[in-house]
Structure formats: structure tokens, C-alpha cells
């Protein structure tokens, strides 16, 4: 049987990053990478639309998901945003900062996998090998695979999570931790578009293509970025930040105009301008075929003067405080990643090696650390991966 120094199974961005790491700081050690896919990467290639939202430069503990959310601070202190910059910039790849901290390739993605490809010369990979199980045995594992069984002495678990199942995704992962007796916490699609009731939609699909800067509210936690109207209900950077936390049942609270202060304006209007229409009065805070939306209710052309408080302060709340019941979300087949996964507590947080069997290591989505939308995932692809490449 083969015999290899170290595994790392699944090269996607923590696993290509993992050997890289490890050909840098343990250069004597024999690593094979494997894959049963027959690219590397290739979330890599399709993210940030093609130009891979590399990093996140306000990359903190605070902006993971996670149920130990202190878990990640470890690992992302020994490997931050700026050493990951330092190497797309020794790489000669030019990068532009779109919006807050977010960073993304000008060119495309395909030469951040460039970039990691280079960076693990000397270690070989296999591609179109699936994984089928790891298994201790003396001074190692046994790694089965479907082109036989390989050992080795470490092994590192990095086939990632389950969104997307078209690009590689499997939960393989998963079942290998949980046969080795590790804790999994409950899994769901995170970073997905939600999917709506045809009562709403009848409400959205006339505004598709609209957008507003919003602050969505999920349980006690607000969002704020850009609501898209679609045809398939609302999408946008903020909604894809609730479905993470969303759970099946509960409401999201929207304010479609957070700064407008919308009570206070209609109130001066009224006594100001008390001829103009509702919906002209609403259309200095919102886009205009938004604003005869909500304002219409059949009467678009109703002047603000007639307007009662109870009415004004119920038009107010319909834009600041929007209460809307997703149905539910378009799951793995679009979510960007995998809430939820190894707990935590079955991993050391500095070397991410797992407590109860020593020489394996867990690194990138699999781990329950789920980033909010922005680069953060790749960030603690990075890290986490650095983390268990130094460890070893
Ligand atoms: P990843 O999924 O990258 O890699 C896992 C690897 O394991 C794959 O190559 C797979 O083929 C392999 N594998 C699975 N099962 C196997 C088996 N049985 N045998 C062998 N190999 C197996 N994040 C971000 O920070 N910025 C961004 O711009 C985006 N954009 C984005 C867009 C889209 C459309 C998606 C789906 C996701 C993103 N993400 C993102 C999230 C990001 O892609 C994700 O968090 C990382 O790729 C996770 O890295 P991993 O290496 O853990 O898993």
C-alpha cells in the first residue's frame, strides 16, 4: 500500500491552501492531495461572479457564524487578511476593494487557483480519486479511496460542505467525522436566497430589477446591504446575510429606508406641502415605482394632507419595519455554503487537529465556522488551513 507523509482530502480552497502552507513551512514532507473532481478549485473559479471576493479585511471572529464563535479567533489571528493580500500581491495579481474590506481579483478568479496551484509545487495531486472513508491504525490511517486504499501518517479533511452538489459538493466529510465519533452540529443551507408565498411575490415581481439599500432583521440580528426585487421574491447581498440565520417559521423584518426617518418626514409634509401626492412624498426616499407601490394601495394619487396619524404612522411602519414570512430558501442547489458542521468542540482551536485522534485535522467549511457574506469564507479557508499546516 502507498505511503504518504501527509493526505489532505479535497482540494478546494482550504486543501489547495493546505499544501501550499505545508510546502512552505515543512518542505521535507511528502503530500498527495486528492480529488474527485476533475478540476481543483472549482468554487474558487465561479465566486464573487467570476473575480473571487478573496478576503475580507474586517475579518473578526464576530462576523462568523458559529455555536462557539470565539472557535475561529485562533486560527484567523495566525493567518489574516494582510498575509493573504502580501501574497496575491507577490503573485503580481491586481486587486480592487469593492465595497467595506471586501476584495476582489480586477482579472478573474482563475488566478487566485493559479496563484495556489503554484504556491504547491512539489506536492501531488490526484484528481477524479473519491474519498470514501479514513480509519486510525497504528502510527496513522488508512485512507480508502476509489482507487484503492492509501496510508498515511496525517490526514487532513477538507472536502468542505454540502452547497452546490453540482460543483463537487458531497457530504463525505461528515460522515467521516461522525464515524469516528465526532459531534456534528445540525447542518442547513446558509447564504441562499429565500423563497417566498405567491401573495408576496404578487407584491415583488412588478418591482424586479428595483434595489434599495436595506436593513433586514432576523431574530435579534440586523443586516444592512443591498434588497433586490425579483421575480422570484427578494434577493441581495442584505437577504442572503439573513438566510444564514433564518429558520423555517420566522419572520424578516425589513426597513426599506433606514435613514429616511420616514414618520417625522410625512408629518412635515403634510403641514408643508399638504397637495402633494403620498406616493411623491414617499419617492424622496425610495425609488419611484417602490414608493407608488407602497403608497398605492389603488390610490397612487392621494394627497398627503388628507392623511390621518393612524395612517401615516402605518405607511411609515410598512416601509421601516416590513414584515415578510419566507417560505423557505432554494437550498443546497444554490446556497454558497453549509451552516453548521464538525463541532467545535472535537477540534483544538489552535491546530485545528482533532482532540480524540491525533494526526487528523479539519479544516475550511466542514468545521462548524460559517462566514457572513463578503470574503470571510475564503478567509477562513486560509487561515484554517495555515493553522493545520503549521501544526503539522
Ligand atoms: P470547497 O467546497 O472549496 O472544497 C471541497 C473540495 O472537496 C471540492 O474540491 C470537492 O470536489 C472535494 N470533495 C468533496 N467530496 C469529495 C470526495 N468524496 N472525494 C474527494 N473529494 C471530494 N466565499 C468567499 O469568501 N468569497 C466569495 O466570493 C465566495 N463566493 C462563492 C460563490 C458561490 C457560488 C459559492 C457556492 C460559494 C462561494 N463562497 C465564497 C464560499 C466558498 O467558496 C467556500 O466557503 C469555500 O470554497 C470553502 O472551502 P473548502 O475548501 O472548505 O471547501
Known amino acids: 500500500m502507498e505511503n ?20 512552505e513551512l515543512a518542505p521535507h514532507l511528502r503530500v498527495l492531495l486528492l480529488d474527485h473532481a476533475s478540476r481543483a478549485g472549482e468554487k474558487i473559479r465561479i465566486s464573487g461572479g467570476g473575480r473571487c471576493n478573496f478576503t475580507n479585511l474586517a475579518t473578526q471572529p464576530s462576523r462568523f457564524h458559529s455555536a462557539n464563535p470565539r472557535f475561529a479567533a485562533s486560527a484567523l489571528a495566525g493567518y489574516t487578511p494582510e498575509d493573504f493580500v502580501a501574497l496575491v500581491e507577490r503573485a503580481g495579481i491586481a486587486w480592487h476593494e469593492k465595497t467595506a474590506g471586501q476584495l476582489f481579483c480586477d482579472g478573474k478568479s482563475t488566478q487566485i487557483i493559479g496563484m495556489l496551484h503554484r504556491r504547491m509545487a512539489g506536492v501531488e495531486m490526484r484528481l477524479g480519486v473519491a474519498v470514501e472513508g479514513v480509519a486510525p491504525r497504528p502510527n496513522g490511517f488508512k485512507v480508502s479511496t476509489s482507487s484503492g486504499a492509501i496510508t498515511a501518517s496525517r490526514v487532513v479533511l477538507a472536502t468542505g460542505g454540502k452547497s452546490i452538489p453540482k460543483m463537487g459538493a458531497s457530504p463525505v466529510g461528515y460522515a467521516i467525522a461522525e464515524s469516528l465519533g465526532l459531534r456534528l452540529t445540525e447542518t442547513r443551507p446558509g447564504l441562499v436566497p429565500m423563497t417566498f408565498a405567491e401573495q408576496d411575490l404578487d407584491l415583488c415581481r412588478p418591482l424586479a430589477g428595483i434595489s434599495v439599500e436595506a436593513t433586514v432583521t432576523v431574530g435579534r440580528t440586523s443586516f444592512r446591504d443591498a434588497l433586490l ?11 442572503l446575510q439573513a438566510s444564514s440565520l433564518w429558520l423555517p417559521g420566522q419572520p424578516v423584518v425589513i426597513d426599506l429606508a433606514p435613514d429616511a426617518g420616514l414618520a417625522a418626514r410625512l408629518r412635515e409634509a403634510r403641514g408643508a406641502t399638504p397637495r402633494r401626492a403620498v406616493a411623491t412624498v414617499l419617492g424622496s426616499v425610495l425609488p419611484e415605482r417602490l414608493a407608488q407601490a407602497i403608497a398605492g394601495d389603488g390610490d397612487s394619487g392621494a394627497r398627503i394632507g388628507a392623511m390621518g396619524n393612524a395612517a401615516a404612522e402605518a405607511l411609515a411602519a410598512r ?13 443546497y442547489r444554490t446556497a454558497e455554503v453549509t451552516m453548521g458542521g464538525v463541532d467545535t468542540r472535537d477540534l483544538d482551536a489552535r491546530t485545528l487537529q ?39
Open 319 to 331: 416601509v421601516h419595519r416590513w414584515q415578510i414570512r419566507p417560505v423557505g430558501t432554494e437550498g
Open 229 to 239: 426585487f425579483t421575480h422570484r421574491g427578494l434577493s441581495g447581498p442584505v437577504i
Open 4 to 23: 504518504w507523509d501527509v493526505v489532505i482530502l479535497g482540494a478546494g480552497a482550504a486543501g489547495l491552501f493546505c499544501g501550499g502552507s505545508l510546502r
Open 354 to 392: 482533532v482532540r480524540k485522534v491525533p494526526g487528523l485535522h479539519i479544516i475550511g467549511e466542514l468545521v462548524d465556522v460559517t462566514g457572513w457574506l463578503g470574503g470571510y469564507n475564503f478567509q477562513w479557508a486560509w487561515a484554517s488551513a495555515h493553522a493545520a499546516a503549521k501544526a503539522i
